[in-house]
C-alpha cells in the first residue's frame, strides 16, 4: 500500500462523490450523493471496469476508522433521552420486526441464488 495508491484511490472516490453529485443537481431528485457514488462504484466493480486493487488501500483505512465515524451520531442520540424513554415500546417492537423481516427476505434470497446455482 503505498502514498501513490492511496492518493489515487481518495483522488477516485472524491471523483465518483463529485460525479454523483453532479447527476443528483442535474436531476433535481432528493437522493444522497454519497450513495449514488457507492452504487456507482459497486457497478464499476462488478463490470470489471475498475480493478479492486486499485480502491482496496484506501477502503482498509476507512473501514479501519469507520467507528471514529459514527461516534458523533451516537453522542448525539443522548440528547434525546427523553424521547428514546417516551417511544421505548415502539423502537424495540419495529427493531425486532424489521430485523424478522430483513433476516426472512435474504434468506429466501440466499435459497433462491442457492438453487439457481444449483440448476446451472
Excluded at 476507512?62 to 424513554?85: E, Q, R, T, W
Aim: hydrophobic share 55%; glycine share 6%; net charge neutral.
Amino acid at each position: 500500500m503505498s502514498p501513490t495508491s492511496l492518493l489515487r484511490g481518495i483522488a477516485f472516490l472524491l471523483l465518483l462523490q463529485w460525479i454523483s453529485t453532479l447527476i443528483i443537481n442535474a436531476l433535481g431528485v432528493p437522493f444522497p450523493p454519497s450513495l449514488l457514488g457507492m452504487l456507482i462504484l459497486t457497478a464499476l466493480l462488478c463490470g470489471k471496469v475498475i480493478p479492486t486493487s486499485s480502491i482496496e488501500g484506501i477502503c482498509d483505512i476507512l473501514i479501519s476508522k469507520m467507528g471514529m465515524l459514527f461516534l458523533p451520531a451516537g453522542v448525539s442520540v443522548l440528547l434525546y433521552v427523553d424521547v428514546i424513554k417516551a417511544e421505548f415500546v415502539p423502537i424495540v417492537a419495529t427493531t425486532i420486526i424489521c430485523s424478522i423481516v430483513v433476516l426472512t427476505i435474504t434468506a429466501f434470497f440466499l435459497q433462491s441464488v442457492l438453487k439457481g446455482k444449483e440448476n446451472h
